[in-house]
């Protein structure tokens, strides 16, 4: 049965009173499958929570407080409200996001799903400090990862490129012939799909040189299909309300549009694959998607990844293998991810990777609030305490999306602002962000040992060892005998000495993993 | 007070003393040690819209004008002597701190230099450099993180690194990270100190680094005078906040004489695939100022002061419709110091013709970004010909351009 729990930890931001009775019940398996078909409707828990919550934020140096308001606007009602010159809260829509990411990591029944859905948004990274109108159109950007994170890779794939947020934050809403501007389709090919690793521009001039390319199956690929797949998405852009160039505007709707009078309609080939000059609208850049998403090396690095982020930094070879399979028998899968994941995490490999992952700053922070079941009402400080410590989504500033191993998030500096953003969370109020913990306990917990196992059953459910017991009991006495009632010199004493005990536990060995 | 009050107090003070006993520094030998302070700018600096040779025809055709440096209007440049090829090469507009530094003989520049390798990957060409290799191969650590576990070093802060460790220190367990020193610290009880460091007591880099943490709070918290006061103003500015941020920790680090002889700093932003002319101008502004307040703020140092500035690559010669420029090759680098030959050019031009380009597209490399690295790890940090083999195996320094007094 702790087994099973190890594993819950693995696919959640961390247990709480209520998750590790659900899977003490009905065990793993069921646990896995429930949450591999979400249903919205029976999230009861965060929609409570979405509804009561506000959040504030800083307006002309006076806190506002604010209900939810743009997370179900679409896209023209979006960029009509926010896409004007005198509009001052353009942060808005993506600062919902924002909170609503971590009300959901905190409250939703369906973890597996936020998880999934913090990977996408890592893979396909935008951030809104690169242009004010990602900020603006991110919660459409949210919606279409939910949608489709654990639905068909490429139909993720072609609505991501369509997505204002990536073609603001690569540059295609500006790429026009000639020359076209390369950032998409050169990032397209190196963290979308086929990865750095089958980048092969030192080997190989010509595309003719790459191995198997004149079977239209070239092993990998260089700069020549870059700069072609930069051409086949030119016209690629999105209807803002800006100069077209050729003597009109484009409406403002902040949708995805295509743009004939951009566009490059010569012949190009790309991974081998020729493709015949003047083709109809799109039909090239949805060739090269076609292309890419069913390349072998997208499957193998797009595996690694997810079984990176649910099982170890350096994932056994013989679950990559057996994810690959499962990913290529199921290009044409509408549910092709799900299958993928439950390839990975019904695996052997994963039973026997527990406490093999680092929790990254913002599972740390998440699943301390989740184990002491602590509410949050969010506001710009927030987005400040998570930011020190190196975590900073939708602001990540490079397209690579955080890094997933422990030896980027270990050292001096994230793991002291770690550390105090965990004890500022849990324990000062002066962000406004947690209401205090509740100190409280049942009455008859009296002894040192007995107030150290309460809480430590709190943090760490399924298990902590001796020596952490013995130390947390020890900082209770005092000096004194753990079983024996302590004298405290008064309660604010008394609370110190607990509050930071809990706070040696968040921040002991054996929380910082799953 | 009760007795028990009397003993936590005890306790904690016990946790104290333990701590210190572990932390008697020797700050010997590090008055003649060298400082080495690398910064890396980020995403491919554009080297052609920073110093480029601005009657050549080959670069005119190429660029819009407000890509390229010209010779008069809005755009103009500083023109620099010394040159390659004796050719009218002129440092970007916003640059005049960078051409004053140049004038002064302390800042030179190489030009066309870089990784020879053909890749336009950010996240290869990083990757290789920071590795000190040039193709893919099976290597762990940085290269900056080989020198120093050469090194036997004794002071208390080997090495820094402004936010993260960059992937050139990976490896090394004599490096800290640190944003600003008034922050480095842990809130709460202080006792959590004395119970972390029981807690992590294993051999996992994990444990170590959290030692290592712990051991140097007390020296930080113990060296750091309240607010820094440096000795010139820093630029304040929005767009120079945060990297002449990161260079003033730098600078209070070596002040607080806890032994700093390599500091790394990033620098982000360098991707200009588009509206290049008004990022290119903030960030020029950015580097440029705060590397003059910078050197300034160690004047006392300057005699063993060396700072070398890099990227990943240059940009494409031939800019795009966006008013950008995708990834190119050859790129730039600037050694800044009392012990560079400044106020040169140094590295070989071959020119902007297509046929003279590399794949017909892009500024060649013509220099191992190695030698640079290469000359001033042999003859500033004292690293022998067989230790630069380890620190850059595969790597000869058979051609030094001989910028280093």
Redesign the interface.
């Known amino acids: 049965m702790s087994l099973d729990l190890l594993l819950t930890q693995k696919i959640t931001y961390g247990l709480n009173p209520a998750l590790a009775e659900k899977v003490r019940k009905i065990g793993f398996q069921s646990y896995l499958e429930s949450q591999l078909s979400p249903k919205e409707s029976e999230d009861t828990i965060y929609f409570q929570k979405f509804q009561s919550t506000t959040y504030t934020i800083e307006q002309n140096k006076k806190l506002e407080t604010r209900n939810f308001t743009c997370l179900k606007l679409s896209a023209q009602e979006l960029f009509s409200k926010f896409n004007k010159p005198d509009v001052k809260e353009k942060n808005l829509p993506a600062f919902e996001v924002y909170a609503d990411t971590w009300l959901r990591a905190l409250h939703s029944e369906w973890q597996l799903k936020e998880m999934m859905v913090e990977f996408w948004h890592n893979h396909f990274n935008v951030s809104i400090l690169a242009d004010e109108r990602i900020a603006i159109s991110l919660p459409l950007y949210d919606t279409t990862i939910r949608k489709n994170c654990f639905g068909n890779f490429r139909v993720l794939l072609e609505a991501i490129s369509k997505s204002p947020a990536m073609l603001y934050y ?2 295609n809403y ?10 998409y389709a ?1 990032e397209l090919f ?2 979308h799909t086929l990865g ?2 089958s ?1 092969l ?2 080997l190989y ?1 010509r595309w003719k040189e790459v191995p198997n390319a004149l079977q239209e199956k070239p092993i990998g690929y260089i ?1 020549e299909d ?1 700069y072609e797949a930069a051409r086949a998405f030119t016209g690629w852009t999105v209807a803002d309300g800006s100069d077209n160039q050729k003597g009109g505007r484009f409406p403002n709707t902040g949708e995805f549009l295509y743009f004939e009078g951009w566009h490059d309609n010569y012949q190009k080939r790309v991974l081998g694959v020729e493709f015949p000059p003047n083709q109809p609208p799109m039909a090239d850049g949805l060739k090269v998607l076609d292309l890419v998403a069913s390349h072998p090396s997208t499957a193998k690095y797009i595996c690694t990844k997810i079984c990176r982020r649910f099982i170890s930094d350096n994932p056994p070879e013989s679950i990559i293998k057996k994810a690959v399979e499962v990913w290529q028998a199921n290009l044409k899968n509408p549910q092709q991810i799900k299958q993928v994941l439950w390839t990975i995490l019904t695996s052997e490999e994963f039973k026997e990777s527990s406490g093999k992952k ?1 929790k990254r700053p913002f599972e740390l922070l998440v699943s301390a609030l989740r184990s002491l079941q602590i509410d949050i009402q969010p506001n710009q400080m927030l987005v400040y305490l998570l930011a020190q410590t ?1 975590h900073t989504p939708f602001m990540w ?2 397209p ?1 999306g955080h890094p997933d191993v ?3 998030w ?7 602002t770690r ?2 953003s965990l ?2 969370l849990i ?2 109020d002066w962000h406004k962000i947690t209401k205090p913990l509740n100190l409280q306990m049942p009455s008859n917990l009296k002894t040192p040992k007995e107030i150290a196992q309460y809480w430590l059953s709190k943090l760490l459910p399924i298990k902590y060892s001796e020596s ?1 017991l013995q ?1 947390c009991a020890n ?1 209770i006495a ?3 005998d753990i079983d024996e009632e ?2 405290f ?1 008064d309660e604010r004493d008394r609370n ?1 000495k607990i509050m ?1 005990m809990i ?2 536990v968040a ?3 054996e929380f ?1 993993i799953r | 007070m009760n007795r028990r009050d009397f003993l936590i107090g005890c306790s904690s003070s016990l946790a104290v003393s333990a701590l210190s006993s572990f932390e008697t520094f020797t700050f010997s030998e590090q008055d003649n040690k060298d400082i080495f302070v690398l910064i890396f700018l980020r995403g491919g600096c554009d080297a052609l819209n920073m110093v480029a040779p601005i009657s050549d025809k080959n670069y005119i055709d190429a660029r819009s004008q407000n890509l390229r440096i010209t010779e008069t209007g809005e755009n103009k440049g500083w023109l620099l002597k010394n040159t390659l090829n004796q050719l009218d090469f002129a440092l970007h507009k916003s640059a005049k701190p960078l051409f004053d530094l140049y004038q002064n003989q302390n800042l030179a520049i190489i030009h066309a230099c870089g990784l020879p390798n053909g890749t336009r990957s950010h996240f290869d060409a990083q990757d290789l450099i920071e590795k000190g290799i040039t193709k893919k191969q099976n290597v762990n650590d940085g290269w900056l993180a080989r020198y120093l576990n050469q090194k036997q070093l004794d002071g208390a802060i080997p090495a820094l690194a402004s936010q993260n460790i960059p992937l050139s220190l990976l490896g090394s367990s004599q490096v800290i990270s640190m944003s600003k020193p008034q922050d480095f610290n842990l809130r709460g009880d202080p006792r959590l100190k004395g119970l972390l460091k029981s807690l992590y007591n294993g051999d996992t880099l994990l444990d170590k680094t959290v030692q290592n943490t712990l051991k140097n709070i007390k020296t930080i918290q113990q060296k750091q005078p309240k607010e820094y006061l440096p000795s010139v103003e820093y630029p304040n500015a929005w767009y120079a906040q945060s990297f002449s941020n990161s260079l003033k920790t730098v600078a209070q680090t070596i002040k607080m004489d806890v032994g700093l002889h390599v500091a790394t700093v990033d620098f982000g932003g360098w991707d200009t695939h588009e509206n290049q002319s008004w990022v290119f101008d903030s960030l020029t502004k950015a580097l440029s100022e705060s590397l003059m307040a910078f050197y300034n703020d160690l004047s006392a140092y300057h005699n063993k002061l060396s700072v070398v500035v890099m990227s990943e690559f240059g940009r494409r010669v031939k800019s795009n419709y966006s008013n950008g420029t995708d990834h190119g090759f050859g790129g730039i680098m600037f050694a800044l110091g009392k012990n560079i030959k400044g106020g040169k050019m140094y590295g070989k031009w071959n020119g902007l013709a297509t046929e003279q380009l590399d794949n017909g597209v892009d500024l060649a490399v013509t220099t191992d970004y190695r030698t640079i690295l290469g000359e001033i790890l042999t003859q500033r940090l004292n690293v022998s010909t067989p230790d630069l083999k380890k620190i850059f195996p595969d790597f000869n320094l058979s051609n030094p351009l001989g910028f280093i007094r």
Not at chain 1, 175 to 183: D, F, K, T, V
């Open positions: 690569l540059d500006n790429s026009r012939a000639s020359p076209a501007n390369e950032n050169r190196e963290l750095a690793e980048y521009n030192h001039n700069d870059v680092s190196g500033a490079t690579t422990a030896s980027y270990h050292n001096p500096n994230f793991l002291l550390w105090n004890i500022a324990s000062e952490l130390k900082f005092g000096g004194g302590p004298v010199y110190h930071n706070l040696l921040m002991s060995p910082q």
